[in-house]
T-cell receptor, first 111, second 115 residues
């Protein structure tokens, strides 16, 4: 299956700062999703972005499929942004649709 | 997503007990998945189903079984629970129409503690 690597593993920010989270994947994908796991453990869908760029408020994401990476940008971070951010990808060569997850980036935003 | 529900949300059980985790969805999706998350790790696939008659093992299916009772319901059973099955369990659905988005939608998760 696809290998998904996320960096950095941990990120600590002051409220108001901007950040970039990176996701590298080892093969062509037909699904690339970013999730935020909140302190209660729930996975919140942020983006479905197998290619291109999308924006949603203070968050945006870019996937460069030909170079096998995706970036999640968080601008003007808030304490409520804290949690774990996961990238997950599905193999374009498979019809199974199963997602392979990275280990996540633990983001802590201090007031 | 509220369209994907899991019960129970939290469960404590003892080693050797049989337990069932249930997942229901109102999205009308054919594909359903069970994932497991251990601390500090991403999710790993336990089982998946493409329709009521189609059940497939994922990468960590040992010690688990599933039942797809209807399009909307997919249950995960631990036949004889052991402590290293303590984890956060997620159900997910998708409906990858050809040429359309292949987004997976996740339930809220079930926290399981096996003593």
């Amino acid at each position: 299956g696809i290998q998904v690597e996320q960096s950095p593993p941990d990120l600590i920010l002051q409220e108001g700062a901007n950040s970039t989270l990176r996701c590298n994947f080892s093969d062509s994908v037909n699904n690339l999703q970013w999730f935020h796991q909140n302190p209660w453990g729930q996975l919140i869908n942020l983006f479905y972005i197998p290619s291109g760029t999308k924006q949603n408020g203070r968050l945006s994401a870019t996937t460069v499929a030909t170079e096998r990476y995706s970036l999640l940008y968080i601008s003007s971070s808030q304490t409520t942004d804290s949690g774990v951010y996961f990238c997950a990808a599905a193999d374009r060569g498979s019809t199974l649709g199963r997602l392979y997850f990275g280990r996540g980036t633990q983001l802590t935003v201090w007031p | 997503d509220a369209d994907v529900t899991q019960t129970p949300r939290n469960r404590i059980t003892k080693t050797g007990k049989r337990i069932m985790l249930e997942c229901s969805q109102t999205k009308g999706h054919d594909r359903m998945y069970w994932y497991r998350q251990d601390p500090g790790l991403g999710l790993r696939l336990i089982y998946y189903s493409f329709d009521v008659k189609d059940i497939n093992k994922g990468e960590i299916s040992d010690g688990y079984s599933v039942s797809r009772q209807a399009q909307a319901k997919f249950s995960l059973s631990l036949e004889s629970a052991i402590p290293n099955q303590t984890a956060l369990y997620f159900c997910a659905t998708s409906d990858p129409i050809a040429g359309g988005p292949k987004t997976q939608y996740f339930g809220p998760g079930t926290r399981l503690l096996v003593l």
